[in-house]
């Protein structure tokens, strides 16, 4: 078994990740240094990207937190492959599994925080990999996308019909909102 380079200390760093179709980079960036609390940001989407936790840059390093930022397969400065099945929870899980060992993350010290599909993905991770989970932090997601889904039919696109396509013929509503449902950040 080889054991894997330590992350720089500070900067950009492309992993790469083993997936059926090939193997494809991840981009992540470290900001920080900390024996104690290393956390690993999963942003929402999929298919969004890191840009929204950056606002952590200017007060979890000196709380002694050390961020690592990533963009998920698929997200915005990893690779964009085009295969549908990629876009599956079981390998974004390894995914997520892939980046902690390349990042030498472990029990004594990783924390997880997902937001939104992120929060999803974390929780997905942490019932897999608990074991090397210190801390999980959900943020902004939902328990049950059937009660989102639900929920966002009877408030959210009909005020949003309203406003933006008075004029949508009712057949188009449906694809309207499974779209906006799916990938939502």
């Not at 549908?84 to 997520?96: G, Q």
Request: glycine share 8%; charged share 20%.
């Amino acid at each position: 078994m080889t054991s894997n380079p330590a992350p720089p200390a500070s900067g950009v760093r492309k992993i790469p990740v083993r997936t059926a179709h090939g193997t494809f980079e991840v981009w992540t960036r470290r900001s920080g240094a900390s024996p104690n609390i290393k956390l690993l940001l999963l942003h929402g989407g999929p298919g969004c990207t890191h840009e929204y936790f950056e606002v952590f840059d200017s007060f979890l390093p000196q709380a002694g937190v050390e961020l690592y930022f990533y963009d998920q397969l698929g997200s915005h400065h990893s690779s964009q492959p085009d295969h549908a099945d990629l876009w599956e929870i079981e390998r974004f899980v390894d995914e997520v599994e892939q980046v902690r060992q390349a990042l030498a993350l472990d029990g004594n010290n990783f924390f997880l925080l997902g937001h939104s599909w992120g929060g999803i993905l974390a929780i997905e991770y942490a019932l897999r990999h608990q074991q090397h989970l210190k801390g999980l932090i959900i943020s902004n997601m939902v328990w049950s996308v059937p009660e989102y889904n639900r929920y966002a039919e009877e408030n959210f696109y009909v005020n949003c019909r309203r406003a933006f396509w008075p004029s949508s013929k009712p057949s188009k509503l449906p694809r309207i909102t499974t779209t906006h449902a799916t990938w939502s950040c």
